[in-house]
């Protein structure tokens, strides 16, 4: 089946340690989506790309980065988390204009 | 700029009754759609019903459906028959276009608990 998935599936990170979290689609959707959610919040648009196009929040702090290097990949950089960077990170994808949005288990990031 | 609201923060239901759960939003764009998620304590988001600003009648898929009130600009969920399963937390969400594709804007939630 067609999916988006996202490894790994638990991460923990130390304090200020580089981390990286990564999505793929089989779904060949141009867009790809990276949310953020702290527990017991909506999840929060972090930045999304349309193909090569990076499109950033503009309340997105500068300590998250993102890369695409393909239609199918995208990953979340994460330079130096903080203990206020834990949180669910949802990846996820759609067509350009499309109604469909299809969402990735997540990754829990704990940070410690 | 969007805005989505959801007023309740938690619901409680008797199982096999139906609930609403309430969500308004703010646009001045003419076409959008707005969405019902549900995200169990697992955290996958799982898409329940679409409901687009142009659809003349109320979208439904199985236990739910979507009462959508254009001139109040509410699109309440009715879940019907509630099940102990459906405990998790609802979002209601709208999407925006923009020349980058569209985008995905997502109320505070209700957390769901359906009783035995």
């Known amino acids: 089946d067609a999916m988006v998935i996202q490894n790994p599936r638990y991460q923990v990170t130390q304090f200020g340690k580089p981390v990286t979290l990564s999505c793929s689609q089989t779904?060949?959707?141009?867009?790809m989506y990276w949310y953020q959610q702290k527990s017991s919040q909506a999840p929060k648009l972090l930045f999304h790309?349309?193909?090569?196009?990076?499109?950033n929040e503009a309340d997105t702090p500068d300590n998250f980065q993102s890369r695409r290097p393909n239609t199918s990949f995208c990953f979340l950089d994460i330079r130096s988390p903080g203990l206020g960077d834990a949180a669910m990170y949802l990846c996820?994808?759609?067509?350009?204009?499309?109604?469909?949005?299809?969402f990735g288990s997540g990754t829990r990031l704990t940070v410690v | 700029a969007q805005k989505i609201t959801q007023t309740q923060p938690g619901m409680f239901v008797q199982e096999k009754e139906a609930v609403t759960l309430d969500c308004t939003y703010d646009t001045s764009d003419p076409s959008y759609g707005l969405f019902w998620y549900k995200q169990p304590s697992s955290g996958e988001m799982i898409f329940l019903i679409y409901?687009?600003?142009?659809?003349?009648q109320n979208a439904t898929e199985g236990r739910y459906s979507l009462n959508f009130q254009k001139a109040r600009k509410s699109a309440n969920l009715v879940i019907s028959a509630s099940q102990l399963g459906d405990s998790a937390m609802y979002f209601c969400?709208?999407?925006?276009?923009?020349?980058?594709?569209?985008?995905?804007?997502f109320g505070e939630g209700t957390q769901l608990t359906v009783n035995p």
């Open positions: 996820a994808t759609s067509e350009w204009r499309g109604y469909g949005y299809t």
């Open positions: 779904l060949n959707h141009n867009v």
């Open positions: 790309y349309y193909d090569k196009d990076f499109n």
């Open positions: 409901q687009g600003s142009y659809d003349q």
């Open positions: 969400a709208m999407r925006e276009i923009e020349t980058s594709g569209s985008r995905l804007t």
